[in-house]
């Protein structure tokens, strides 16, 4: 199939797909169109035998577009751009320091209790794996996802503070999250009888580091240019907005820093919530650039979650499979926990944070197609190093069900949360 007629077809199922559940399931967006593209996966699959030629076609398509190449390559630089514009810059700049603990401190910790905690418990299960893959496992699976995320806290009732946190750990810890995630895949390709931290800490410094000042330098002249078009012409607004977009990832790929973290910044300076102005002062960008992007992020994310549901027809499983996926929902869960628990209350010591935060920056630590396509891409080759298909196997079926978990049942009760926090902020006020 062309490539534009697998787009059409994405896009259709998308607008079909979003009305069944607007009409029907009524469930959250993200939710509901991942569900059913999930339940026509299964149908698929189920029908193998009665279907052979839709099973046959189904597989070809999700074979032959490399998933994790079309998110990190396309769609993450669009809708990480996109929710780095409605996040409060204010707020943001008030909670500096827990957004940059806990989006890489907590993804350390988690990263380590994973892949310590993985590595003791597979063996009783048949499935020893070294310990370097749980560490892989454990990469791969701690960042949240900032497209799940954001699409939940739209509709949340917590304080504008734990929005904030929220928001901006789900947004910086993918890029903290993917450099960790190529460290360790570095670690496995090169062997561990050759790991030097030296060159592990490099690898951070220029992702990390690189990714920030690109997404600046590149934030910065689109604010400008947007300035000197002053709202005139929404047309060449929309396009400047897309050229930093498009040109800021390629150029990310080509000097080798994170694109993620470069999309965010750049994103954080063309946004308008809580710029320091002139009372009155217009945004640089006109209210129609918003829009755009508006509608972008909610179509990006509505194909992103479809593409998510229809991965299971590509995933090879046994069931001592599903056996681990179940225990590593715990184990993931449990780092979270620790991943979050411990900074939060080291820094009590020194500010105020709510007696619910620990519980809700848990909970809320929605996964998704960030951990997925990592997970995918380890079938390809890396480094000049390819994995035992037996062991992607593995890892690729416990992070399908850690993040089919995350979304539904965390995705669908996290709400309810939110209320009970906003009610109890009601009544110590």
């Excluded at 209790?113 to 454990?138: E, K, Q, R, T």
């Excluded at 890029?175 to 190529?182: A, H, K, Q, R």
């Excluded at 998510?308 to 069931?319: F, K, N, S, T």
């Excluded at 416990?398 to 209320?419: A, D, E």
Aim: charge should be negative; include cysteine; hydrophobic fraction near 55%.
């Amino acid at each position: 199939m062309e490539v534009l007629d697998f787009i059409t077809l994405l896009i259709f199922m998308a607008a079909f797909f979003t009305l069944i559940n607007v009409k029907y399931l009524k469930l959250p967006s993200t939710i509901g169109l991942m569900l059913l593209a999930l339940g026509l996966s299964l149908f698929i699959i189920g029908g193998e035998y009665v279907f052979r030629n839709l099973n046959l076609l189904a597989t070809n398509l999700m074979t032959e577009y490399d998933f994790s190449k079309v998110l990190f390559q396309v769609m993450l630089s669009f809708l990480l751009f996109a929710g780095a514009l409605d996040v409060n810059l204010h707020k943001l700049g008030e909670e500096k320091w827990p957004i940059l603990i806990l989006a890489t401190v907590g993804v350390l910790i988690s990263t380590f209790f994973v892949g310590s905690a993985m590595y003791l418990i597979l063996p009783f299960l048949g499935l020893p794996l070294d310990f370097v893959y749980c560490l892989l496992f454990g990469a791969l699976i701690s960042p949240t996802d900032p497209i799940a995320v954001l699409a939940m806290i739209k509709k949340t009732v917590v304080s504008e503070n734990l929005e904030s946190q929220i928001a901006g750990e789900s947004l910086f810890n993918d890029g903290i999250g993917v450099v960790v995630f190529l460290s360790i895949l570095g670690v496995a390709a090169g062997g561990v009888e050759n790991f030097e931290v030296i060159e592990v800490v490099k690898l951070f410094g220029i992702e990390v580091i690189g990714g920030v000042v690109l997404g600046a330098l590149l934030g910065y002249i689109g604010l400008y240019l947007l300035k000197i078009i002053d709202n005139e012409h929404t047309e060449i607004e929309v396009l400047v907005t897309l050229s930093m977009v498009l040109g800021g990832a390629s150029v990310a790929e080509t000097l080798h820093v994170s694109g993620p973290l470069a999309m965010v910044v750049m994103g954080l300076f063309v946004g308008r919530k809580g710029r320091i102005g002139k009372e009155g002062e217009e945004d640089a960008a006109g209210e129609y650039v918003y829009k755009f992007w508006h509608l972008m992020d909610e179509a990006m994310n509505a194909i992103l979650f479809i593409l998510i549901g229809l991965q299971i027809i590509v995933i090879h499983y046994e069931m001592d499979y599903f056996y681990a996926a179940g225990i590593a929902i715990l184990v993931v869960l449990t780092a979270r926990l620790l991943g979050v628990g411990i900074p939060v209350s080291i820094m009590r010591i020194k500010r105020f944070f709510p007696k619910y935060t620990i519980r809700i920056l848990t909970w809320s630590g929605l996964r998704g197609g960030i951990s997925v396509a990592l997970a995918l891409s380890l079938y390809k080759e890396n480094h000049g190093f390819v994995m035992d298909p037996k062991i992607v196997d593995i890892l690729i079926t416990m992070t399908y069900c850690v993040v089919l978990f995350s979304i539904v049942v965390q995705g669908l009760t996290v709400g309810k949360l939110f209320k009970l926090a906003a009610e109890n902020d009601k009544k110590e006020a």
